[in-house]
Nanobody, 122 residues
Framework: QVQLVESGGGLVQTGGSLRLSCAAS????????MGWFRQAPGKEREFLAL???????RYADSVGGRFTISRDNAKNTVYLRMSSLKPEDTAVYYCAARYSSPSGSTSDYDYWGQGTEVTVSS
């Protein structure tokens, strides 16, 4: 069992940056694939980035070059650094954990945080 708590969301101007954090509790954090997703009002939840317990890192095309995922297994924390933010990045951002191979599919993740809201003003 893994509990996930996101933080770091807030209001930022277009072009600004934010770093989201996701703190995990429970056992074997280092063995999980960690993913970041977001859900904008009226839209489906979409994949943003994932980082495996090894060296695999993947990004959605929509955020390539602007978002960076990292993890600190010693702190049981995964991060999402977001830069050059746009109003269309406004959404609730979620982290998720998967105890299997890397996947960008929402339905493949076993544990979810409660989300942190990001608003990008124009």
């Amino acid at each position: 069992q893994v509990q996930l708590v996101e933080s770091g969301g807030g209001l930022v101007q277009t072009g600004g940056s934010l770093r989201l954090s996701c703190a995990a509790s429970g056992r074997d954090f280092s063995t999980y694939v960690m993913g970041w997703f977001r859900q904008a009002p009226g839209k489906e939840r979409e994949f943003l980035a994932l980082k495996s317990s090894g060296t695999i890192t993947r990004y959605a095309d929509s955020v390539g070059g602007r978002f960076t995922i990292s993890r600190d297994n010693a702190k049981n924390t995964v991060y999402l650094r977001m830069s050059s933010l746009k109003p269309e990045d406004t959404a609730v951002y979620y982290c998720a954990a998967r105890y299997s191979s890397p996947s960008g599919s929402t339905s493949d993740y076993d544990y979810w945080g409660q989300g942190t809201e990001v608003t990008v003003s124009s």
